[in-house]
């Protein structure tokens, strides 16, 4: 082998492996970030963790990679369901994904809280949660909400903490249980770390939602409503 060869062949190796350590670096970062700033703000249980006005939901799939409900949405759905029978929010943003008339991630949550004794009224629809960053900046910037109580899974409540700390919004949130085998909980945990750099890039680049629009006003709240 040419000896200039072998000398591109080595720089191009020592590249990779200082990009992977510059990577790696940065992955740790974002997560102690994200862990540091936010873990004293998640809660688990509903009786412990305060009322705020408004929570927001995040969406996800109704459905597996199988076609089977999917467990993460069911799980939050009954948790955002029990913030509210406990008297602990007002109302709910369902906050998803809605970008082709076949997937509809707000009307399938609306639709899951009703069946889980939410009034309908209570509950407001945000279509275009296309990500985090859009949820949470949306539940600003349109909704008009200072303080949130968001809920999703613990991992991803606090990247979505971070969030909405780096947007001035006075925020806890709700974790909903985990249910997975243990190479779902993986790959999910591997997707977070990636999402958390992403967020990072993001509050540095000071990217924002893909739309935003008109304000909407969430009514006030009447005391006496039955929850139940």
């Not at 968001?150 to 409540?157: C, L, P, R, T, V």
């Amino acid at each position: 082998m040419k000896a200039k060869t072998k000398f591109i062949i080595r720089h191009t190796l020592l590249g990779l492996l200082i990009f992977c350590m510059m990577a790696l670096a940065f992955t740790i970062y974002a997560n102690v970030c994200v862990e540091k700033t936010t873990k004293k703000r998640i809660y688990t249980s509903v009786d412990s963790i305060p009322h705020n006005r408004v929570a927001l939901l995040l969406g996800t799939n109704p459905l597996n990679r199988l076609g089977r409900p999917n467990s993460y949405f069911t799980n939050r759905i009954k948790t955002a369901a029990a913030l509210y029978h406990a008297g602990k929010t007002d109302y709910i943003i369902a906050s998803g994904d809605n970008h082709t008339k076949s997937y509809d991630e707000p009307t399938a949550m609306r639709n899951a809280l009703i069946s889980e004794g939410v009034p309908e009224e209570r509950i407001i629809l945000d279509f275009a949660g296309f990500r985090t960053l859009d949820s949470v900046v949306r539940a600003k910037e349109v909704f008009g909400c200072d303080t949130l109580t968001i809920i999703s899974q613990a991992d991803h409540n606090a990247r979505a903490l971070y969030l909405a700390k780096e947007n001035n919004i006075e925020a806890v949130a709700l974790s909903a249980p985990l249910k997975a085998g243990r190479w779902v909980r993986t790959r999910l945990t591997v997707r977070e770390w990636l999402a958390r750099n992403k967020m990072m890039l993001d509050i540095w680049f000071g990217t924002q939602p893909h739309f935003l629009g008109e304000k909407v006003e969430i009514p006030a709240f009447h005391e006496g409503v039955n929850r139940i």
